[in-house]
C-alpha cells in the first residue's frame, strides 16, 4: 500500500463495511488497566490484531503505566457485569490537550457497541481537559479503519512512532 500522504487506498475506502444497532445495554466506566477482566480484553485484542496484521500492537502499550497517570482505560460492562469492550486514553505528550487513544477493542459477538465505547471515551476525554484525540491503526485492518472515520476521525500525517511506516495510518478527531 502507497503511505505517500497517509492516503488509504480507495478500494479500502469504498468497502462496505457491516453496521449493526446494538440491543446491548452497557455499562461503560473507567477500571483499573491491569485488571483481570481488562487483561482478559487486551489479550483478545492482541490475539485479533496478529491474524490481521502480523503484529499484536501490544508494544506500544503498557497497562501499568495507567495508574499514576492522567490517562484512562474505559470497559464495556453488560447488566451481566460481562466485560465486552475497552478502549484506553492517554497524553500524548505533543501538548497537554492532545490525547492518543489505544486498545480499542470489542468481542466479536458485541460489535456494534463501539460507538457506545467511543461516545464515552469522547466524554471522559473532554472531561479531563483533552480539545482532541489521535490514533493510529494498520492500513491493513479495514474495520477499524471505517470504524474510525465514521466516528468523525480525519487521516492527518503519522506522527511519532509512526513516522515513515508505509504500514501505519494516522487519524485525529476534535472534541
Not at 487486551?42 to 508494544?59: D, H, N, R, V
Not at 492532545?98 to 469522547?122: C, D, H, N, W
Request: proline share 4%; charged share 20%; glycine share 6%.
Amino acid at each position: 500500500m502507497n503511505n505517500r500522504n497517509n492516503e488509504i487506498p480507495r478500494s479500502v475506502i469504498r468497502t462496505r463495511c457491516e453496521v449493526r444497532e446494538t440491543p446491548f445495554v452497557l455499562n461503560i466506566q473507567p477500571e483499573i488497566a491491569t485488571s483481570a477482566d481488562a487483561l482478559a480484553l487486551q489479550q483478545a485484542l492482541s490475539q485479533e490484531l496478529f491474524a490481521i496484521t502480523g503484529s499484536s500492537g501490544a508494544q506500544r502499550f503498557s497497562a501499568a503505566c495507567f495508574e499514576n497517570s492522567d490517562g484512562f482505560f474505559l470497559v464495556a460492562r453488560t447488566v451481566e457485569h460481562k466485560a465486552v469492550g475497552c478502549v484506553a486514553c492517554r497524553p500524548l505528550g505533543i501538548g497537554k490537550d492532545i490525547a492518543e487513544v489505544k486498545r480499542m477493542y470489542v468481542m466479536p459477538e458485541y460489535r456494534g457497541v463501539g460507538t457506545q465505547l467511543v461516545a464515552s471515551l469522547f466524554s471522559h476525554a473532554s472531561q479531563q481537559g483533552f480539545k482532541e484525540l489521535w490514533l493510529e491503526t494498520r492500513k491493513v485492518n479495514e474495520r477499524a479503519v471505517h470504524f474510525w472515520i465514521r466516528q468523525g476521525f480525519q487521516v492527518i500525517e503519522n506522527y511519532g512512532p509512526y513516522k515513515g511506516r508505509d504500514e501505519a495510518v494516522c487519524f485525529a478527531r476534535p472534541l
